[in-house]
C-alpha cells in the first residue's frame, strides 16, 4: 500500500463508506477475444507503470505537506521542553531537534527533486492516458469502418473529436497500426451476426457499470476525505485560538506549540487535499455516475428496440455517446491533473 492511500485510510478511520456487491467480470464476444488478447501485454504494461508513478507523485506530495508541519514541530519542541534553558539537564541534547529539523528539510528537497527531475507526474499521465485507450479500444473497433484505410492511425481521431493530449499519445497510434488489420479481419462481417451485437452490447452494459460503481465509489470517498479534513482542521484551528487565548492569562511554552504547530498540521492538511482536487473529482465523478446510468439506459433501450441486427443504428449511436462520455470524463482529470506539478507543493 502506497504512503498516500496510508494517509488516507488513517484520515477517513470510522467512516462507513457505500459499498457494492461485487460484479463478475465482464466478458468480451468471442469475436473480439483477439484484439483483446493482442492488446492485454502493453496494457498490463502501461497499467502497471501507470499505477507505480501515480502513487510516487501523490505521496510525494502528501509527504511534503506532512514534512513540512513536521519540520513546525521539531523547530518548537526544544523550546516547549525546556532543553533550550542552559540549567535544563538535557540541553546538550538540544541541536538534536535542529538536526531533525534539517533532516526533514532535506528529505522534503529531495522529494521535490526526485519527483520534478523524473517527472513522475508526467510519467503518470501519459502512461495513464495509454492504459486507458488501449482498454478501450477492442470496444470501440467495432464502432469503425475498416473497409477502407483511414487517413488517421488513432483510432480515437477517427471516431471523435479528442484533446490535444490524446492527438499526440503516439503509443496508442501505434497499437491501433498494429491491431488494425486483425480487427479489419474480425469485424469485417460482424454487425450481420445478431449473437455478436447482443453480446457486444451485454459486454460495453457491464464495463460501463463497472465504472459507474467505480465513480460511485470514488465520489464518496473524496467528499468523506474532504469532510474529515475540514472536520479536522477546525478542531485544530479551534485549539489554535483556544491556545492564543489562554497565552493572554497563561504563560507556558507548550501553549506556544500549540499556537504553532496545530496552523501547520492543518495547512499541510488543507494544501495536501487542495493538490490532491478532493472536491472537484468527488463532484465529477458523482455527475459522471449519474452519465454513465443514464448511458446504459439509452443503450438498453436502443437494443431492446432494435427490429434486426441490419439495423443497428440507434444502438451505434449509444455506443458511441458512451464511449465519448468516458473519453470526455478522461480528458477532463487529465486537464484537472496536469496543473498541479510536484514542485508547487
Given at each position: 500500500m502506497a504512503l498516500h492511500q496510508v494517509i488516507q485510510r488513517l484520515l477517513l478511520l470510522g467512516v462507513r463508506l457505500e459499498s457494492f456487491q461485487?460484479?463478475?467480470?465482464?466478458?468480451?464476444?468471442?469475436?473480439?477475444?483477439?484484439?483483446?488478447?493482442?492488446?492485454?501485454?502493453?496494457?498490463?504494461?502501461?497499467?502497471?507503470?501507470?499505477?507505480?508513478?501515480?502513487?510516487?507523485y501523490r505521496s510525494g506530495f502528501w509527504a511534503i505537506y506532512l514534512l513540512s508541519a513536521i519540520a513546525v514541530?521539531?523547530?518548537?519542541?526544544?523550546?516547549?521542553?525546556?532543553?533550550?534553558?542552559?540549567?535544563?539537564?538535557?540541553?546538550?541534547?538540544?541541536?538534536?531537534?535542529?538536526?531533525?529539523?534539517?533532516?526533514?528539510?532535506?528529505?522534503?528537497?529531495?522529494?521535490?527533486?526526485?519527483?520534478?527531475?523524473?517527472?513522475?507526474?508526467?510519467?503518470?499521465?501519459?502512461?495513464?492516458?495509454?492504459?486507458?485507450?488501449?482498454?478501450?479500444?477492442?470496444?470501440?473497433?467495432p464502432l469503425l469502418d475498416f473497409s477502407s484505410?483511414?487517413?488517421e492511425a488513432n483510432w480515437y481521431?477517427?471516431?471523435?473529436?479528442?484533446?490535444?493530449?490524446?492527438?499526440?499519445?503516439?503509443?496508442?497510434?501505434?497499437?491501433c497500426a498494429r491491431i488494425e488489420p486483425l480487427a479489419r479481419k474480425i469485424l469485417a462481417t460482424a454487425w450481420s451476426d445478431c449473437a455478436f451485437v447482443t453480446s457486444y452490447a451485454r459486454w460495453t452494459l457491464d464495463i460501463l457499470e463497472h465504472q459507474r460503481r467505480y465513480h460511485c465509489r470514488v465520489a464518496a470517498r473524496q467528499h468523506a476525505l474532504l469532510h474529515r479534513v475540514h472536520s479536522i482542521n477546525g478542531y485544530l484551528f479551534g485549539l489554535t485560538a483556544l491556545g492564543a487565548l489562554l497565552h493572554l492569562v497563561v504563560h507556558t511554552l507548550w501553549l506556544s506549540l500549540v499556537t504553532t504547530f496545530f496552523p501547520a498540521l492543518g495547512a499541510s492538511l488543507h494544501g495536501a487535499l487542495a493538490q490532491s482536487e478532493a472536491y472537484r473529482l468527488g463532484s465529477t465523478s458523482e455527475h459522471l455516475a449519474k452519465e454513465l446510468r443514464n448511458s446504459i439506459g439509452h443503450?438498453?433501450?436502443?437494443?431492446?428496440?432494435?427490429?434486426?441486427?441490419?439495423?443497428?443504428?440507434?444502438?451505434?449511436?449509444?455506443?458511441?455517446?458512451?464511449?465519448?462520455l468516458i473519453l470526455e470524463e478522461h480528458q477532463d482529470w487529465h486537464l484537472l491533473v496536469r496543473p498541479h506539478h510536484l514542485p508547487l507543493a
Open positions: 461485487p460484479l463478475p467480470a465482464p466478458q468480451p464476444p468471442e469475436r473480439l477475444l483477439p484484439l483483446v488478447e493482442a492488446l492485454e501485454p502493453e496494457h498490463r504494461t502501461f497499467d502497471q507503470r501507470a499505477l507505480l508513478y501515480g502513487h510516487r514541530l521539531c523547530a518548537v519542541l526544544p523550546l516547549a521542553l525546556g532543553w533550550d534553558s542552559p540549567q535544563h539537564a538535557f540541553h546538550p541534547y538540544a541541536g538534536v531537534w535542529a538536526v531533525s529539523e534539517v533532516l526533514v528539510i532535506g528529505l522534503v528537497s529531495t522529494i521535490y527533486w526526485l519527483g520534478h527531475r523524473r517527472d513522475w507526474q508526467g510519467q503518470w499521465l501519459r502512461a495513464r492516458t495509454t492504459a486507458e485507450l488501449a482498454w478501450y479500444l477492442p470496444m470501440l473497433a484505410p483511414g487517413a481521431v477517427r471516431a471523435f473529436d479528442p484533446g490535444q493530449h490524446l492527438r499526440t499519445a503516439d503509443d496508442v497510434s501505434t497499437l443503450i438498453q433501450t436502443a437494443l431492446a428496440g432494435m427490429a434486426s441486427p441490419a439495423d443497428p443504428v440507434a444502438l451505434k449511436a449509444s455506443l458511441e455517446a458512451a464511449l465519448a
